[in-house]
């Protein structure tokens, strides 16, 4: 999976979600509905995955691996912002 967001917002949130293989809408939905939101689903944990209807042992590990991806690309992204923008910073002072 390749995700170059960073997960902030519902909006963001469900991109993400839509990019995880073998998770559908009808699981989603049953996600929002156990956690409360779709942001609220990269907080889970593999047991908490487990409360939800059609998710097993597999899917759960399966989907936490690939919440983390998302979650650490999306870091990585923010991470590479923020060097810019210092970057950005020194440059002019220096100027």
Do not use: Y
Not at 42 to 62: C, H, K, N, W, Y
């Amino acid at each position: 999976m390749a995700l170059r967001r960073c997960v902030v917002t519902e909006r963001d949130a469900f991109i993400a979600l839509n990019q995880i293989s073998g998770l559908g809408a009808i699981t989603v939905k049953r996600m929002i509905e156990a956690f409360g939101s779709a942001t609220a689903i990269f907080r889970a944990g593999e047991r908490d995955l487990l409360r939800i209807q059609g998710v097993g042992t597999e899917r759960a590990q399966s989907f936490r691996r690939e919440l983390d991806q998302v979650r650490a690309e999306g870091e990585i992204v923010e991470a590479e912002r923020i060097a810019e923008r210092v970057q950005a910073v020194l440059a002019s002072r220096r100027a």
